[in-house]
């Protein structure tokens, strides 16, 4: 990610009491969804008319509930447009086409993600979303990039995003974690009943007020990008964790035990695959300050809740061995 960066042109009286008014008008109040975390951090999704379609399909596919206006911090989904000076893309809002100026004057600073600039005030929590239209790939992707302030600030009060499934049993929640074409997917498909899956591919981790940890089923994006898939997940939904498997192909299905270090390691590894899309784009500066607050969770992680080495083959009965020591 490009570094937040400010600029200052411009002037607007409308943002002195760090409000947004000056886009209020452009938000369709049919689009206005919220989501809830476990940790009691929660936000309100909200886009302009041009883009109430993208965020009723982001809702639909997290399952998320239109709400009334409240006091959540926002997210607010904006269309790019493109700069009638030839300057390229540029947060031109609509019919104001000092949006960007009257932004960056009052400290609002930006940080682009790929196709999408989200711009942000320190003290300030909602953010701004800026949008770049295009196809049904490119579309998908915006949508796995938009939820970047919700990790981020999960992030800032002990949780993290995980290359992990989410299975389910008796209420009590375990993840499968493991680097692509592992068998992580096709160990959820194979697991049976009484066991449910709630996701196969990312989740997001959080400490409630009392320390406890708690996961949150998050989309399979790739499912949208190669099969066109209609799935949905309920990201608002989110049960104690008990444990974490790493996955090993190996030829006989068996539990280790692993070490507070060791399980650590792993866990950050697992961040890096959920958040190297965006990393990409950091500085070095942010990037470092980024992993250590991460590599502190996960510490913090490996030290609560048991980790172990999975090894599974192809036609075993690995769930009988993540039963025997759960």
Same mark, same amino acid.
């Given at each position: 990610? +490009?570094?937040?960066?400010?600029?200052?042109?411009?002037?607007?009286?409308?943002?002195?009491?760090?409000?947004?008014?000056?886009?209020?008008?452009?938000?369709?109040?049919?689009? /206005?969804?919220?989501?809830?975390?476990?940790?009691?951090?929660?936000?309100?999704?909200?886009?302009?008319?041009?883009?109430?379609?993208?965020?009723? /399909?982001?809702?639909?596919?997290? !399952?998320?509930?239109?709400?009334?206006?409240?006091?959540?911090?926002?997210?607010?989904?904006?269309?790019?447009?493109?700069?009638?000076?030839?300057?390229?893309?540029?947060?031109?809002?609509?019919?104001?086409?000092?949006?960007?100026?009257?932004?960056?004057?009052?400290?609002? !600073?930006?940080?682009?993600?790929?196709?999408?600039?989200?711009?942000?005030?320190?003290?300030?929590?909602?953010?701004?979303?800026?949008?770049?239209?295009?196809?049904?790939?490119?579309?998908?992707?915006?949508?796995?990039?938009?939820?970047?302030?919700?990790?981020?600030?999960?992030?800032?009060?002990? +949780?993290?995003?995980?290359?992990?499934?989410?299975?389910?049993?008796?209420?009590?929640?375990?993840?499968?974690?493991?680097?692509?074409?592992?068998?992580?997917? %096709?160990?959820?498909?194979?697991?049976?009943?009484?066991?449910?899956?709630?996701?196969?591919?990312?989740?997001?981790?959080? !400490?409630?007020?009392?320390?406890?940890?708690?996961?949150?089923?998050?989309? %399979?994006?790739?499912?949208?990008?190669?099969?066109?898939?209609? @799935?949905?997940?309920?990201?608002?939904?989110?049960?104690?964790?008990?444990?974490?498997?790493?996955?090993? !192909?190996?030829?006989?299905?068996?539990?280790?035990?692993?070490?507070?270090?060791?399980?650590?390691?792993?866990?950050?590894?697992?961040?890096?695959?959920?958040?190297?899309?965006?990393?990409?784009?950091?500085? @070095?500066?942010?990037?470092?300050?980024? @992993?250590?607050?991460?590599?502190?969770?996960?510490?913090?992680?490996? /030290?609560?809740?048991?980790?172990?080495?999975?090894?599974?083959?192809?036609?075993?009965?690995?769930?009988?061995?993540?039963?025997?020591?759960?």
């Amino acid at each position: 990610m +490009g570094r937040w960066k400010a600029e200052s042109v411009g002037t607007s009286s409308q943002l002195v009491g760090l409000q947004v008014n000056i886009i209020e008008h452009m938000l369709d109040n049919k689009s /206005r969804y919220c989501i809830r975390l476990g940790n009691e951090q929660a936000w309100c999704i909200s886009a302009t008319k041009e883009l109430s379609h993208w965020a009723n /399909r982001l809702a639909a596919i997290m !399952q998320l509930e239109a709400c009334e206006p409240n006091g959540y911090p926002r997210l607010i989904f904006i269309a790019k447009n493109s700069d009638k000076t030839g300057r390229g893309e540029t947060l031109s809002g609509g019919s104001d086409d000092n949006l960007e100026e009257k932004l960056s004057i009052h400290g609002w !600073q930006v940080q682009d993600i790929n196709d999408i600039r989200f711009w942000s005030r320190p003290n300030f929590a909602d953010v701004i979303c800026e949008i770049g239209i295009g196809g049904e790939t490119q579309e998908i992707v915006m949508m796995r990039h938009s939820l970047y302030p919700i990790y981020r600030g999960a992030r800032d009060v002990g +949780g993290l995003p995980l290359h992990a499934g989410l299975i389910e049993r008796d209420g009590r929640g375990v993840l499968l974690a493991a680097p692509r074409n592992t068998g992580k997917s %096709t160990c959820c498909r194979r697991i049976p009943k009484p066991w449910y899956v709630l996701c196969d591919e990312e989740t997001l981790v959080v !400490q409630d007020a009392r320390g406890q940890y708690l996961v949150h089923p998050f989309p %399979t994006w790739s499912e949208y990008l190669m099969k066109r898939s209609k @799935r949905t997940w309920n990201v608002q939904r989110c049960i104690p964790l008990s444990a974490i498997f790493f996955l090993e !192909q190996a030829e006989n299905d068996e539990v280790v035990s692993m070490g507070n270090g060791e399980a650590a390691v792993s866990i950050s590894n697992s961040i890096k695959q959920v958040l190297l899309r965006t990393q990409y784009y950091m500085d @070095r500066e942010e990037i470092e300050s980024s @992993r250590l607050k991460l590599f502190d969770n996960a510490c913090e992680l490996a /030290r609560k809740i048991p980790a172990y080495r999975l090894r599974i083959t192809r036609s075993g009965r690995f769930w009988e061995e993540i039963e025997k020591v759960l």
